[in-house]
């Protein structure tokens, strides 16, 4: 009688721990089957965003494209007043609010480098009063001069409209002075006019740019730096 008592025991643990395990596994197989659905989700909205950034970057390569174009025009057209001494186109093309600034080098010294407002533009060439543009490199004089013959030393002193090297936002070769363009300019575009040399003798020691730099206001982009660079000491 004992023994049957056990063996009804016995089986009855037994079918409880088989609807147990049963039990487990369907849960388990629809856990399972609930996570493989997350996961197909999470990879669909995966592809989705990286179709969606894919297409944001080509939009963003398109506008910056488009955004060149519109300077590098700007900027030729800005060499050639400069190289006609054309001040009143020249003007035409200055920040409205910001006016212009004229550094002699690429170390730009917000202290002493000269601003004019885009009313004293179209005088500069006609003015006879000696400025101070800042310091000449490796001496420290103060260079005093009026603006036609800072024009010829620190501006147009090459055919830079004939440069063989124009780029975007790039530097092209760099002296031992420091460039703090992107500091001074935080949100400027800078096209820049480079003669990598000019006699093969100094080899390549004789290089010279000219910088313009644009910073956009409204829809429009304005010149708000002209910046010459040559090596310095």
Same mark, same amino acid.
């Given at each position: 009688?004992e023994?049957?008592?056990?063996?009804?025991?016995?089986?009855?643990?037994?079918?409880?721990?088989l609807?147990?395990?049963?039990?487990s596994?369907v849960?388990?197989?629809m856990?399972?089957?609930?996570?493989?659905?997350?996961?197909?989700?999470l990879?669909?909205?995966?592809?989705?965003?990286?179709?969606?950034?894919? *297409? @944001?970057?080509? !939009?963003?390569?398109?506008? =910056?494209?488009?955004?060149?174009?519109?300077i590098?025009?700007?900027? #030729?057209?800005i060499?050639l007043?400069?190289?006609?001494?054309d001040?009143?186109?020249?003007?035409?093309f200055?920040?409205?609010?910001?006016?212009?600034?004229?550094?002699?080098?690429?170390?730009?010294?917000t202290?002493?480098d000269?601003?004019?407002?885009?009313?004293?533009?179209? *005088? @500069?060439?006609? !003015?006879n009063?000696?400025y =101070?543009?800042?310091k000449y490199?490796?001496?420290?004089?103060?260079? #005093?001069?009026i603006?036609?013959d800072?024009?010829?030393?620190?501006?147009?002193?090459?055919?830079f409209?004939?440069?063989?090297?124009?780029?975007?936002?790039?530097v092209?070769?760099?002296?031992?002075?420091?460039?703090?363009?992107?500091?001074?300019?935080?949100?400027g575009?800078?096209?820049?006019?480079?003669?990598p040399?000019?006699?093969?003798?100094?080899?390549?020691?004789?290089?010279?740019?000219?910088?313009?730099?644009?910073e956009?206001?409204?829809?429009?982009?304005?010149?708000?730096?002209i910046?010459?660079?040559?090596?310095?000491?």
């Amino acid at each position: 009688m004992e023994k049957g008592r056990t063996v009804k025991l016995s089986v009855a643990v037994i079918i409880t721990l088989l609807a147990v395990f049963i039990s487990s596994s369907v849960v388990y197989f629809m856990q399972q089957q609930t996570f493989q659905s997350s996961i197909q989700g999470l990879k669909a909205q995966n592809e989705q965003l990286t179709l969606e950034v894919n *297409s @944001l970057k080509k !939009d963003s390569s398109g506008l =910056n494209n488009e955004r060149r174009v519109v300077i590098q025009e700007k900027a #030729d057209r800005i060499l050639l007043a400069m190289k006609n001494k054309d001040m009143n186109a020249l003007g035409s093309f200055v920040h409205p609010q910001k006016g212009l600034r004229f550094s002699p080098y690429t170390n730009i010294n917000t202290s002493t480098d000269l601003i004019f407002p885009v009313a004293g533009i179209s *005088s @500069l060439f006609s !003015d006879n009063t000696i400025y =101070n543009w800042g310091k000449y490199d490796g001496s420290g004089n103060p260079i #005093d001069l009026i603006f036609n013959d800072y024009y010829a030393k620190f501006i147009y002193d090459k055919d830079f409209l004939a440069a063989p090297q124009i780029s975007y936002n790039e530097v092209l070769q760099r002296g031992n002075m420091i460039n703090n363009i992107a500091t001074v300019y935080p949100q400027g575009v800078t096209i820049e006019y480079h003669f990598p040399g000019f006699e093969e003798q100094y080899k390549g020691m004789d290089w010279e740019s000219l910088k313009l730099v644009f910073e956009q206001s409204g829809t429009d982009w304005y010149l708000v730096g002209i910046i010459h660079e040559q090596w310095t000491i």
